[in-house]
């Protein structure tokens, strides 16, 4: 096993929405509702956005949500703001208490 | 709130092992595991293991198997990443974070990171 696929770039203008992807196979993201996405600004640690698939901590806006289909995760960003201008990866439970991480996608706001 | 506070930059040479901290506040420690992610220059994210605080149980990355060893000192609230035979491609920025695992298998904080450089 090895790390999820995602883009390695995505961009928007501000009030856009994007889509970002996370790929894997029906051993981790395929088999289990447990996907998790962080959003990382350059020099700062990861902060949590989204568990299991589409749920929300506190104060995560709801300009930012999450769903799943067979082996692919996405996270979708709607109402593009200057400040959503960061790296963003995907995570996900792979079975025997492991956990792998995607490759990571950098959002540009035009 | 919750806090988890990591020990400072690190510098070592190739072989040697280092060993980090990441003390935790404003929850109860053993109620919650620790994971470990690391990151290297400009790369992404990897996951390196896992330790339940409660019981000491650990989960590790194949890759890191036999050079891993994650504990934790409930005593005060600390947990703690050893690696060693260290090269130049652990050099790495180390984070902890607090591992929802049982209940949604996510990260909710993490510690600013320690950066260890590995070099000659």
């Known amino acids: 096993q090895s790390a999820l696929t995602q883009p390695a770039s995505v961009s928007g203008s501000p009030g856009q929405s994007i889509t970002i992807s996370c790929t894997g196979t029906?051993?981790?993201?395929?088999?289990?509702?447990?996907v998790s996405w962080y959003q990382q600004h350059p020099g700062k640690a990861p902060t949590l956005l989204m568990f299991?698939?589409?749920k929300r901590p506190s104060g995560v806006s709801n300009r930012f949500s999450g769903s799943k289909s067979g082996n692919t995760a996405s996270l979708t960003i709607s109402g593009l703001q200057a400040e959503d201008e960061a790296e963003y990866y995907c995570?996900?439970?792979?079975?025997?208490?492991?956990?792998?991480f995607g490759t990571g996608t950098w959002v540009t706001v035009l | 709130q919750v806090q988890l506070v990591q020990s400072g930059t690190e510098v070592k040479k190739p072989g040697a092992s280092v060993k980090v901290s990441c003390k935790a506040s404003?929850?109860?420690?053993?109620?919650?595991?620790i994971s470990w992610v690391r990151q290297a220059p400009g790369q992404g994210l990897e996951w390196m293991g896992w330790?339940?605080?409660?019981?000491?149980?650990?989960n590790y990355a194949q890759n890191l198997r036999g050079r891993l060893t994650l504990t934790s000192d409930i005593s005060t609230n600390t947990a703690y990443m050893e690696l060693g035979s260290l090269r130049s491609g652990d050099t790495a920025v180390y984070y902890c974070?607090?591992?929802?695992?049982?209940?949604?298998?996510?990260?909710?904080?993490w510690g600013l990171g320690t950066l260890v450089t590995v070099s000659s």
């Open positions: 974070a607090r591992d929802r695992r049982g209940s949604g298998s996510y990260f909710d904080y």
């Open positions: 404003g929850y109860t420690f053993s109620s919650f595991g």
């Open positions: 330790i339940s605080v409660y019981n000491g149980n650990t």
């Open positions: 029906s051993t981790d993201v395929g088999a289990y509702n447990l």
């Open positions: 299991e698939g589409s």
């Open positions: 995570c996900s439970y792979a079975g025997s208490a492991l956990y792998f």
